[in-house]
């Protein structure tokens, strides 16, 4: 099974030794990212998205609120680097599992149910989340799917599998299991919270790859 570590606030531009060589102004912008970003994420988990505005994040971060948006032009981007951090670790566990000659199959279920237990743990930010991917204005969308690709990683992962449908491409298939995913976490976490959402997650996964429709035997 996927195994990770806990999902911690990771700054999304940490500061390393090789970046000696930039500026002490460059240095400076690096930090007050990190600090605003790690604020941010610190009063989201604390007071929940919504009641956290970037007023209080700036404040927060002893910065102005017209600073906070020179790093972030609306506070939904700060959860896009979160976003793509989660992202990026689990695509990592999915190139160690690739490695490890798990087959196709049993890892889709497994990157399914690790993305369950995510969402079970960031229940409170998984619908500001969804809900920037599928934003109506195209820009914003177009930067939440870079941030978190999930359908690139479905489809690195089914890429070798024999079984999928010649008739609709792999593309394809990988974007509908990924917004099945959103969507799914997206009603659990409104409507049915007290659930396991490895169970709904589940049956949603049962019901793409199986279909609606009964076979004739």
Excluded: C
Excluded at 50 to 68: C, E, L, P, Q, W
Excluded at 97 to 126: K, Y
Excluded at 144 to 152: F, G, H, R, S, V
């Amino acid at each position: 099974m996927l195994q990770s570590a806990p999902v911690i606030v990771t700054p999304p531009q940490p500061l390393l030794h090789d970046d000696i060589k930039l500026s002490l102004r460059e240095r400076q912008k690096i930090r007050r990212r990190n600090r605003i970003y790690q604020v941010a994420i610190a009063l989201f988990k604390e007071r929940g998205f919504v009641n956290t505005t970037a007023t209080d994040i700036a404040k927060t971060a002893h910065v102005s609120r017209g600073t906070f948006f020179n790093y972030y032009p609306y506070k939904e981007a700060v959860l896009l680097d979160y976003g793509a951090f989660v992202v990026a670790k689990l695509n990592e566990l999915v190139r160690t599992r690739v490695a490890a000659g798990i087959g196709s199959e049993a890892l889709l279920e497994e990157f399914w149910l690790e993305l369950g237990r995510v969402t079970n743990e960031e229940r409170d930010l998984i619908p500001p989340l969804t809900y920037e991917l599928i934003n109506p204005d195209p820009v914003r969308a177009k930067a939440a799917y870079e941030a978190m690709p999930l359908a690139k990683i479905i489809e690195s992962l089914l890429r070798d599998t024999k079984k999928l449908r010649p008739d609709i491409s792999l593309e394809r298939i990988s974007a509908t299991l990924a917004y099945t995913f959103l969507m799914t976490a997206l009603r659990w976490s409104a409507f049915h919270p007290n659930r396991p959402v490895q169970d709904e997650l589940r049956k949603a996964l049962t019901l793409v790859l199986d279909g609606a429709y009964q076979r004739d035997s």
